[in-house]
């Protein structure tokens, strides 16, 4: 049996209450490289060497553009990947919020009035519009 619309729209209310007790949230993803730095003398630069790293970075986009910013600490790992998993938790929310919505909008039941003059002009096929073959 389908929902009613009062528990569409209880859901709904309680949907937006999760959505609103949302911490901080960013998209993007945190990635680790391990870097060669390009100086001659450095021990990165012989053959076969590990090179510099692992080192945390986010990676986002921005305006169009893919922005990757240096991770230095664990603690910033940690809060980046809070924020990303608070993001995902967002992005989820909203796709069952418009879910929802669309039910609400299927079931809510059209508001009865009287046309205006004007509506009731339109509604009337008019030889103008409507040409006889």
């Known amino acids: 049996m389908p929902d009613s619309l009062s528990d569409l729209l ?7 209450h999760d959505l609103s007790r949302l911490g901080d949230f960013q998209p993007g993803s945190i990635t ?13 630069a012989k053959p076969n060497a590990p090179g510099h790293g692992p080192q945390a970075q986010l ?6 553009k893919t922005v990757t910013r240096a991770l230095s600490s664990p603690a910033e790992v940690r809060k980046a990947e809070s924020e990303i998993a608070e993001f995902r938790r967002f992005r ?13 909008c299927r079931l809510r039941p059209i508001p009865e009035q009287a046309l205006s003059a004007q509506e009731k002009k339109q509604l009337r096929p008019s030889s103008k519009r409507w040409p006889r073959r």
Do not use: E, Y
């Open 59 to 64: 990676t986002q986009k921005m305006g169009g």
């Open 32 to 44: 680790r490289v391990i870097r060669r730095c390009g100086k001659p003398t450095c021990r990165c």
């Open 92 to 104: 989820g929310l909203t796709q069952d919020l418009l879910a929802l919505n669309r039910r609400i």
């Open 10 to 16: 209880d859901q709904r209310s309680h949907l937006l």
